[in-house]
Each structure stands twice: as structure tokens, then as C-alpha cells.
């Protein structure tokens, strides 16, 4: 079987440029794209060469017949980084609210939400 990555996720958000650059001062990412959707919405794609979040913002009458709020079956996104604790005192520098600490076998973990409640999971096996 072939190697297969993770390219993007997609999130419905409600502001997606407060998303992005949130996401740029926790994980030195970078925006790599922005524009308007095929259903008239707007997206800020925001990550690394390999990776990123597409932030979206959905049009209030989408032309291409989907619904304008998807479903949220989401459960978190989960962020791998190097320094945990770096990542954690950037967050509680911008204003979030770390939970959920653990150490477990391989890594360590904590969480946090974004302004639209969207739940991250910071992750950390070094």
C-alpha cells in the first residue's frame, strides 16, 4: 500500500482571517492561499508546504446546492509539534485556555477552542 498523508481539513468558521492568524503564531505556520469558494463562500488556507487547514467562511446562498453550515461531526484537529510547552505558552499568550493535559505512552498532550469552539488537540512525541 502506498504512503498516504493528510493533505488538508477543511473547517466552517466565522472568521476565518482571526483563524489563520491564531494558527500562524501557535504553529510558525503561513497562509498559503485565499479566495472565494465554489459556493460563493471564502477560505484562508492556512499551514505548512505539506499541510494546512482551510478555513472557511460559507456563502449565506450557496450556487452549488450544499448546505451553507455542514454538518460538525468533528470531534478535534490534531496538531503535531516538537515543543509542547512552547506551543502552550503561546496559546495562553493569545488568550486560550489549555485543558486536558496528559502524558501517555508515546507523547504528551493538552487541548484547547478556538473562538468558534472548534477543539485542537496539541501533540507531542519528542
Known amino acids: 500500500m502506498a504512503h498516504a498523508a493528510l493533505e488538508h481539513v477543511n473547517l466552517t468558521v466565522s472568521d476565518p482571517d482571526r483563524t489563520a492568524w491564531m494558527m500562524e503564531r501557535l504553529f510558525d505556520w503561513h497562509e498559503r492561499w485565499r479566495g472565494v469558494t465554489i459556493g ?3 477560505t484562508v488556507h492556512v499551514g ?3 499541510s494546512y487547514l482551510a478555513l472557511h467562511v460559507p456563502a449565506a446562498a450557496p450556487l452549488d446546492g450544499r448546505p451553507s453550515m455542514p454538518g460538525r461531526p468533528l470531534n478535534h484537529v490534531g496538531v503535531l509539534v516538537e515543543q509542547l510547552d512552547d506551543v502552550e505558552r503561546r ?13 501517555y505512552a508515546p507523547g504528551r498532550r493538552f487541548y484547547f477552542k478556538d473562538g468558534d469552539g472548534i477543539e485542537y488537540e496539541v501533540v507531542s512525541y519528542a
Open 48 to 50: 505548512n508546504e505539506m
Open 40 to 42: 460563493r463562500g471564502f
Open 91 to 103: 496559546a495562553l499568550a493569545l488568550g486560550l485556555k489549555p485543558y486536558g493535559h496528559a502524558d
